[in-house]
């Protein structure tokens, strides 16, 4: 893996972007600090593959700690725009 400044970076972008085809990882820094890297695009989508959130496990384990509806009640007017007069009152002092 390669790290290199982001002025480096604008100076040989054509050389980084063979690199990075080659499927050479950089990592681009600013006043030494990381800042992002590029990676080459296939793995890119092989990492966005393995993420997520595996739905069917989740349900799995509501099954098994007794819960058999996920989401019990939505309101019909839950989406609906808030009346005016609620957003111009005062947050409640606690």
């Known amino acids: 893996m390669k790290t290199m400044s982001i002025r480096e970076v604008q100076d040989r972008f054509e050389?980084?972007?063979h690199d990075v085809e080659?499927?050479?990882t950089v990592t681009v820094t600013r006043d030494g600090r990381p800042v992002f890297d590029i990676v080459p695009r296939s793995m890119e989508r092989?990492?966005?593959k393995k993420g997520g959130i595996d739905w069917e496990a989740g349900?799995?384990?509501l099954r098994s700690i007794g819960v058999t509806?996920?989401?019990p009640y939505?309101?019909?007017?839950?989406d609906d725009p808030l009346p005016e007069d609620f957003l111009l009152r005062p947050l409640?002092?606690?």
């Open 46 to 48: 092989a990492s966005q």
């Open 59 to 61: 349900q799995a384990y």
């Open 69 to 71: 509806d996920a989401v």
């Open 74 to 78: 939505i309101a019909d007017d839950f």
């Open 22 to 24: 080659q499927g050479e």
């Open 92 to 94: 409640p002092d606690k």
């Open 15 to 17: 050389e980084l972007a």
